[in-house]
């Protein structure tokens, strides 16, 4: 099989990248409770935008300049926060308990 493989070659070698340090680092925090916790919270937070892009199309600013973007994306920040606001009041308030009495 190595004949075929590499038949000029004493061994075959694996090269081995000059960033495997850096993605060994990467595989230890990976696998932390801090990490899980990072990636949810981002993902909420990559949620939001990608509403922001889709549902309320802030897909293409229309105002010009640094500062009317930001005024556009906070006027739809605030939108998006009124909205589940409301949401939240017309549930309710939660409950106490399972079949405790309010």
Same mark, same amino acid.
Not at 30 to 59: G, P, W
Not at 88 to 102: D, T
């Given at each position: ?18 960033? !495997?340090?850096?993605?060994?680092? &990467? ?5 932390? !409770? ?11 937070? !990559? ?11 802030? *897909? ?10 930001? *005024? !556009? ?6 939108? =998006? ?14 409950? =106490?308990?399972?079949? &405790?009495?309010?």
């Amino acid at each position: 099989m190595k004949q075929r493989c590499c038949p000029n070659t004493p061994a075959r070698k694996i090269a081995r990248s000059i960033h !495997e340090s850096a993605l060994d680092v &990467a595989r230890k925090i990976r696998n932390t !409770e801090q990490y899980e916790r990072s990636r949810n919270e981002r993902k909420k937070v !990559e949620m939001l935008f990608a509403h922001l892009k889709r549902i309320l199309r802030i *897909d293409r600013l229309r105002l010009r300049g640094l500062s009317g973007a930001s *005024d !556009e994306f906070t006027l739809a920040a605030a939108v =998006q926060n009124l909205r589940r606001l409301a949401k939240r009041i017309a549930q309710g308030p939660p409950l =106490q308990g399972i079949g &405790a009495p309010a």
